[in-house]
C-alpha cells in the first residue's frame, strides 16, 4: 500500500473539560490577585495542556514556552510603540514650529498610524514563529523564517490594493499572505508547501460579497425608518427616542454581525478546504480538510452564544469545542517518520509574540 494513500485523522484531541475548568479558575484567580499580569503565565498553562493532549501517529505534542517570554516580548512591544509614538508625536511639533504648516506636521502622526497596522499585521506572523518554535514533537520543533515586518508591509500594500478594487482582490491577497506563512514554516528539516489559487474560491467570495451588501443595506433601511418614526415622537418624551435609538444601533450591529458569520460561513470553509488540500509537508505528508459549511456555522454560533451567555466563563467549553473542531476536520496522508527528521536550524525567536498581546488579544491559547 502507497502511504500516501492511507488517511486518517491528521489530530487527535483527547482533553477533557474537568482539567481545562481547573485550569482556568486557578488562572483567573491568580490574575485577579496580580492585576492581569498573571495573563502570560495563564495562555503558557492553556497551551501546555492543549499540545500535550494533542496526538499524531501516537506521539503527543509539547509546547515548550513559558510566561516570563511572553511576559517580555510583551514589554519589548511596548518599548517599541511608545518610542515610535514618541519621536512621531515630536518630529511633529518640530515639523509645525518650523513650517508652521499643519499639514506638514501631521505626516509624522499619519506615518505612526501605517506603521501600527503594519506592526499588527507583522504580530501574526511573528506570533506563528515563536510557537511553532516551542511547538515540539518526537523532540523535533518547527520553525519559521522570514521578516515579520516585511509581512506587516506586505499585508498592507494588499489591504490597499482591495481598498482600490472594493474588496474584490480579497481572495488574491489571502491566498498571497497564506502561501507567505505557510511556505516559510518547517518542522524540523522539512519545509511546508503551498500553493493557492485564488480563482478557485473566488466564486464563492462573490457571492457572499454581494449577500452581506444586501444584508446591510436592508438593515440599513429598516434602522433608518426606525429613526424616522421615532422622530414623530413628542417633546415629552424627548429620552424615549434617543434609547430607541441606542437600542436599533445596537440590534442593526447584532444582526449585521451574526448575518455576516453565517452568509461568509461559505466562502470561510471553501477557503479552509482549499488551503489545506493544497498543502503538504515535504515529500512524506499531505493534508486535507472535510469541514463543512453547517458545522464551521454550528461550531462559531455555538461559541458565541456560550460566551455570551455564560458571561465569559464558558471560555474552557469554547476552547474545548475548537480542539475537537480542529482534530475531527483536518485530515493527511502520508506517514512522517521522525527517524528521517533532522533538527530545525532555525533560529528560535528569545521572546513571545509581545506585538500581538499589545495590539490584538493575542489568542486565545
Not at 495573563?39 to 503527543?60: C, G, I, K, L, P
Not at 505612526?112 to 520543533?141: D, E, H, K, M, P
Not at 457572499?208 to 433601511?221: C, D, I, Q, Y
Not at 434609547?243 to 444601533?249: Q, T
Amino acid at each position: 500500500m502507497n502511504l500516501l494513500d492511507e488517511k486518517r485523522p491528521l489530530l487527535i484531541y483527547d482533553g477533557t473539560l474537568g482539567d481545562l475548568y481547573r485550569i482556568f479558575f486557578r488562572n483567573l484567580l491568580l490574575q485577579v490577585v496580580t492585576l492581569g499580569i498573571y495573563r502570560f503565565w495563564a495562555t503558557t498553562n492553556n497551551r501546555r495542556y492543549v499540545w500535550s493532549h494533542m496526538r499524531f501517529q501516537d506521539e503527543r505534542f509539547e509546547y515548550t514556552g513559558t510566561g516570563g517570554e511572553l511576559f517580555k516580548g510583551f514589554l519589548c512591544a511596548i518599548v517599541v510603540v511608545f518610542s515610535a509614538a514618541f519621536a512621531a508625536g515630536a518630529l511633529s511639533a518640530v515639523l509645525r514650529m518650523l513650517t508652521k504648516s499643519a499639514a506638514l506636521g501631521a505626516l509624522p502622526v499619519i506615518a505612526l498610524y501605517l506603521l501600527i497596522v503594519v506592526f499588527a499585521a507583522g504580530a501574526f506572523f511573528g506570533a506563528q514563529r515563536y510557537r511553532l518554535s516551542r511547538t515540539q514533537w518526537c523532540g523535533i520543533r518547527g520553525g519559521t523564517t522570514g521578516s515579520a515586518l516585511g509581512y506587516g508591509v506586505r499585508a498592507l500594500l494588499y489591504a490597499l490594493l482591495c481598498v482600490l478594487t472594493l474588496g474584490q482582490m480579497t481572495p488574491w491577497t489571502s491566498m498571497r499572505l497564506t502561501e507567505r506563512c505557510i511556505n516559510a514554516s518547517s518542522f524540523g528539516s522539512v519545509a511546508f508547501r503551498f500553493k493557492g489559487r485564488a480563482w478557485a474560491v473566488y466564486g464563492l467570495f462573490l457571492i457572499t460579497f454581494v449577500g452581506v451588501a444586501v444584508l446591510f443595506a436592508v438593515l440599513f433601511m429598516a434602522f433608518l425608518k426606525g429613526a424616522l418614526a421615532s422622530m414623530h415622537v413628542g417633546h415629552e418624551a424627548s429620552t424615549a427616542p434617543s434609547r430607541a435609538a441606542l437600542g436599533s444601533l445596537f440590534l442593526f450591529y447584532a444582526l449585521f454581525s451574526i448575518g455576516t458569520m453565517l452568509i461568509r460561513g461559505f466562502y470561510v470553509a471553501a477557503r479552509t478546504r482549499h488551503v489545506m488540500g493544497n498543502m503538504s509537508l515535504g515529500s512524506q505528508l499531505r493534508f486535507g480538510s472535510n469541514v463543512s459549511v453547517a458545522r464551521l456555522i454550528g461550531l462559531q454560533c455555538g461559541n458565541l452564544a456560550i460566551i455570551v451567555f455564560t458571561l465569559g466563563f464558558g471560555a474552557p467549553i469554547v476552547l474545548h469545542r475548537r480542539m475537537r473542531f480542529a482534530a475531527d476536520t483536518l485530515q493527511v496522508f502520508g506517514y512522517l517518520d521522525p527517524h528521517m527528521l533532522g533538527q530545525s536550524t532555525l533560529a528560535a525567536p528569545l521572546t513571545g509574540e509581545g506585538m500581538l498581546n499589545l495590539l490584538d488579544h493575542g489568542g486565545a491559547y
